[in-house]
Nanobody, 110 residues
Framework: QVQLVESGGGLVQPGGSLRLSCAAS????????MNWYRQAPGKQRELVAT??????NYADSVKGRFTISRDNAKNTVYLQMNSLKPEDTAVYYC?????WGQGTQVTVSS
């Protein structure tokens, strides 16, 4: 069974940084598009970033601040988040095809 396990969330002040990790098992991360989604309270889940092969794509709201990357040896996908804003507060989910992680909470607040 495919497992995606997120970690790295937490509470951070505006302007701060966090790095989320998504450790995958029974799926090879470089063979499939890997995505980060987020869902804020009362809002729909939205696609934040995608990595597929050597290509990356970002939501307009995070361009220039977030970076998605992949460590093939560790079979892990990362989301580096810089210059965080209160509106980035959400549960962040790792996804590939129909597989989802359990999510990790990111709270940006002073």
């Amino acid at each position: 069974q495919v497992q995606l396990v997120e970690s790295g969330g937490g509470l951070v002040q505006p302007g701060g940084s966090l790095r989320l990790s998504c450790a995958a098992s029974r799926i090879i991360v470089y063979r499939y598009p890997m995505n980060w989604y987020r869902q804020a309270p009362g809002k729909q889940r939205e696609l934040v970033a995608t990595i597929s092969g050597s290509n990356t794509n970002y939501a307009d709201s995070v361009k220039g601040r977030f970076t998605i990357s992949r460590d093939n040896a560790k079979n892990t996908v990362y989301l580096q988040m810089n210059s965080l804003k209160p509106e980035d507060t959400a549960v962040y989910y790792c996804n590939s095809m129909e597989h989802w992680g359990q999510g990790t909470q990111v709270t940006v607040s002073s």
